[in-house]
């Protein structure tokens, strides 16, 4: 059985950072990983994805330049550095595994998800 934990989240100042990490346990193929936010009353979205062999990463515009995606391989970890957050930054994060469907940017094509981590930027 394959399972997603997100730990990390917490309360943070506007320009604050916070590391999150995502690890998986039990047996699956493993595409890629990707993180994605939902705020109140808003639809789940895309916030950054990476290709669990080549390492090729792909961000959102809104975070491009202030997150960073990253992996461990052997532990099966992924990892979301966030800085510069600022309070539309304010969501349940989420990790998830693609087994290779399109677009990576699209949850739909996501077929496991942790049960999410708070992430609250206060201004």
């Known amino acids: 059985q394959v399972q997603l934990v997100e730990s990390g989240g917490g309360l943070v100042q506007a320009g604050g950072s916070l590391k999150l990490s995502c690890a998986a346990s039990?047996?699956?193929?493993?595409?890629?990983m990707g993180w994605f936010r939902q705020a109140p009353g808003k639809e789940r979205e895309f916030v950054a994805a990476?290709?669990?062999?080549?390492?090729?990463?792909y961000y959102a515009d809104s975070v491009k330049g202030r997150f960073t995606i990253s992996k461990d391989n052997a532990k099966n970890t992924m990892y979301l550095q966030m800085n510069t957050l600022k309070p539309e930054d304010t969501a349940v994060y989420y990790c998830?595994?693609?087994?290779?469907?399109?677009?990576?940017?699209?949850?739909?094509?996501?077929?496991?998800w942790g049960q999410g981590t708070q992430v609250t930027v206060s201004s």
């Open positions: 998830g595994i693609n087994q290779g469907r399109l677009p990576i940017r699209g949850s739909e094509e996501y077929e496991y």
């Open positions: 990476i290709d669990w062999n080549g390492g090729s990463s």
């Open positions: 039990g047996r699956t193929f493993i595409y890629a």
